[in-house]
């Protein structure tokens, strides 16, 4: 009986703990919101989003529905003034004019007078044009200097049209040359890295259920409840240690010493597996129970990696096309709007502050996420359901390992579920190896895919 309260206990705090982190984030992203009207003018203006620049980008190179859509680049302001231009330049008048209007009523974020005046006579030079092709220009140079410098690739495409420009003109159309060919050199890398991988499951699949393979994870009844336990420690520590570190951070401008000190925030919160140790657990056992461990060689780590990498971009393209749909139901989210702040920061950092993004994504995340995540937390389902069907409990511990672990990330609802995919393809090497090391390799290498094709894409 007692046993059976203390597992009810850690499941309840399982779904608690994740939900106060994601509340915490909430609360922040409010918290910001909510800007007084005397401050206000002390605020950095509000930064146009890399991924909103390459989106613009390449409807304005490839056409399509994309413009059809209620906010074809998003819902943040900048957004909005970014479709505006689009829209006008596509002689959406009505439609450039109501997502201008959006940015401007906008509480949080909304565009500086000067920058909204600029795209207003943008919007009006692209309707004048429409009609009377010979009518000169009426925007200023001023107002062209801020539309370039704030709205960028936005700015230069409308100003060479608006001219006719044709050095510039000339200019950005290489320019969209280099990134088509940058999207169909990553198109054709998925597409390929994902058939492959969704091979493997078919594969793993039948062979597991011709017995061929089998599942490494073993019980262990030492382990049962303490491998729950260590993960919500590790949580504990962590939001502790992140609350500490923002209270000491005087600028709220990321830079690499920031970087580096989460990297060393994000291994000290490993401190909390001595909570396996001190509840009595052998350093063996918790290695064993939670896949901190790798034999056979670097030739089969570099294949377990692989399949790993592989089987995780299908069923990361299935969550895609989950949160696509999910798009079209929830009201207020739109999915333009996700993307994670190392992205946000990649376009404008400098060499020290770009080699600390890449070690936090390639090396650091993958190493503590999937300890936590596909060694603790996944390792804490399977031995919790070890009596159900077997395939029955590696569902269920993939399905709850990966939704908290996407759920806590700060891409947004409609994320969770590609996330979600993404943590899936690492737990079937979890499960088939015993080991999260072939996961964190994958996961690395995966991250430095995504943050050098943002590099190029915004090159």
Same mark, same amino acid.
């Given at each position: 009986?007692?046993?059976?309260?203390?597992?009810?206990?850690?499941?309840?705090?399982?779904?608690?703990?994740?939900?106060?982190?994601?509340?915490?984030?909430?609360?922040?992203?409010?918290?910001?919101?909510?800007?007084?009207?005397?401050?206000?003018?002390?605020?950095?203006?509000?930064?146009?989003?890399?991924?909103?620049?390459?989106?613009?980008?390449?409807?304005?190179?490839?056409?399509?529905?994309?413009?059809?859509?209620?906010?074809?680049?998003?819902?943040?302001?900048?957004?909005?003034?970014?479709?505006?231009?689009?829209?006008?330049?596509?002689?959406?008048?009505?439609?450039?004019?109501?997502?201008?209007?959006?940015?401007?009523?906008?509480?949080? %974020?909304?565009?500086?007078?000067?920058?909204?005046?600029?795209?207003?006579?943008?919007?009006?030079?692209?309707?004048?044009?429409?009609?009377?092709?010979?009518?000169?220009?009426?925007?200023?140079?001023?107002?062209?200097?801020?539309?370039?410098?704030?709205?960028?690739?936005?700015?230069?495409?409308?100003?060479?049209?608006?001219?006719?420009?044709?050095?510039?003109?000339?200019?950005?159309?290489?320019?969209?040359?280099?990134?088509?060919?940058?999207?169909?050199?990553?198109?054709?890398?998925?597409?390929?890295?994902?058939?492959?991988?969704?091979?493997?499951?078919?594969?793993?699949?039948?062979?597991?259920?011709?017995?061929?393979?089998?599942?490494? @994870?073993?019980?262990?009844?030492?382990?049962?409840?303490?491998?729950?336990?260590?993960?919500?420690?590790?949580?504990?520590?962590?939001?502790?240690?992140?609350?500490?570190?923002?209270?000491?951070?005087?600028?709220?401008?990321? %830079?690499?010493?920031?970087?580096?000190?989460?990297?060393?925030?994000?291994?000290?919160?490993?401190?909390?597996?001595?909570?396996?140790?001190?509840?009595?657990?052998?350093?063996?056992?918790?290695?064993?129970?939670?896949?901190?461990?790798?034999?056979?060689?670097?030739?089969?780590?570099?294949?377990?990696?692989?399949?790993?990498?592989?089987?995780?971009?299908?069923?990361?393209?299935?969550?895609?096309?989950?949160?696509?749909?999910?798009?079209?139901?929830?009201?207020?989210?739109?999915?333009?709007?996700?993307?994670?702040?190392?992205?946000?920061?990649?376009?404008?950092?400098?060499?020290?502050?770009? @080699?600390?993004?890449?070690?936090?994504?390639?090396?650091?995340?993958?190493?503590?996420?999937? @300890?936590?995540?596909?060694?603790?937390?996944?390792?804490?389902?399977?031995?919790?359901?070890?009596?159900?069907?077997?395939?029955?409990? @590696?569902?269920?511990?993939?399905?709850?390992?990966?939704?908290?672990?996407?759920?806590?990330?700060?891409?947004?609802?409609?994320?969770?579920?590609?996330?979600?995919?993404?943590?899936?393809?690492?737990?079937?090497?979890?499960?088939?190896?015993?080991?999260?090391?072939?996961?964190?390799?994958?996961?690395?290498?995966?991250?430095?895919?995504?943050?050098?094709?943002?590099?190029?894409?915004?090159?």
């Amino acid at each position: 009986m007692v046993q059976s309260r203390h597992n009810a206990l850690i499941w309840l705090l399982l779904v608690l703990l994740p939900a106060l982190w994601i509340g915490i984030g909430v609360a922040h992203d409010a918290q910001l919101e909510e800007v007084p009207n005397d401050q206000v003018d002390e605020m950095p203006p509000p930064l146009l989003s890399p991924i909103t620049s390459i989106q613009g980008r390449l409807i304005f190179l490839m056409g399509g529905e994309a413009l059809s859509e209620p906010d074809p680049l998003g819902t943040r302001p900048m957004s909005q003034l970014a479709a505006a231009i689009l829209l006008a330049q596509a002689h959406h008048a009505d439609e450039a004019q109501e997502q201008f209007s959006k940015a401007c009523a906008a509480t949080y %974020d909304a565009p500086e007078p000067d920058l909204a005046n600029a795209v207003h006579a943008v919007i009006e030079a692209f309707a004048l044009k429409k009609h009377s092709p010979a009518e000169p220009v009426a925007v200023t140079s001023e107002q062209w200097s801020i539309l370039e410098s704030r709205l960028e690739w936005f700015g230069q495409m409308a100003k060479a049209q608006l001219t006719g420009d044709a050095n510039a003109t000339q200019e950005l159309d290489a320019r969209s040359g280099a990134l088509l060919l940058t999207i169909l050199a990553a198109g054709g890398w998925f597409l390929m890295a994902g058939l492959a991988g969704l091979v493997c499951i078919v594969v793993l699949g039948w062979l597991a259920f011709t017995g061929r393979i089998t599942s490494s @994870i073993h019980a262990d009844r030492s382990v049962r409840a303490v491998l729950g336990e260590t993960f919500l420690v590790w949580m504990i520590l962590f939001l502790g240690l992140r609350w500490a570190a923002s209270a000491l951070l005087v600028s709220d401008e990321p %830079d690499a010493m920031q970087m580096w000190l989460s990297v060393v925030l994000s291994f000290a919160s490993l401190a909390s597996l001595a909570w396996a140790r001190w509840r009595g657990v052998t350093w063996s056992s918790l290695r064993k129970a939670a896949g901190i461990q790798f034999s056979g060689g670097l030739l089969r780590l570099a294949g377990l990696s692989s399949i790993s990498y592989a089987t995780a971009l299908p069923c990361m393209a299935v969550g895609v096309a989950i949160g696509q749909f999910l798009s079209t139901i929830l009201e207020g989210q739109n999915f333009q709007d996700m993307s994670h702040p190392v992205q946000e920061m990649l376009p404008s950092a400098g060499l020290p502050l770009l @080699i600390a993004l890449f070690f936090v994504a390639t090396v650091a995340a993958p190493i503590v996420e999937e @300890i936590v995540f596909r060694g603790l937390l996944y390792g804490h389902v399977r031995q919790q359901t070890w009596k159900w069907p077997k395939w029955l409990s @590696i569902m269920a511990a993939m399905l709850f390992s990966a939704t908290l672990f996407a759920a806590i990330h700060p891409q947004g609802v409609l994320a969770v579920p590609a996330l979600a995919g993404v943590s899936i393809g690492f737990c079937i090497t979890r499960e088939w190896s015993g080991s999260v090391v072939p996961g964190m390799v994958a996961h690395g290498f995966h991250n430095g895919v995504l943050l050098a094709l943002n590099l190029l894409l915004n090159a």
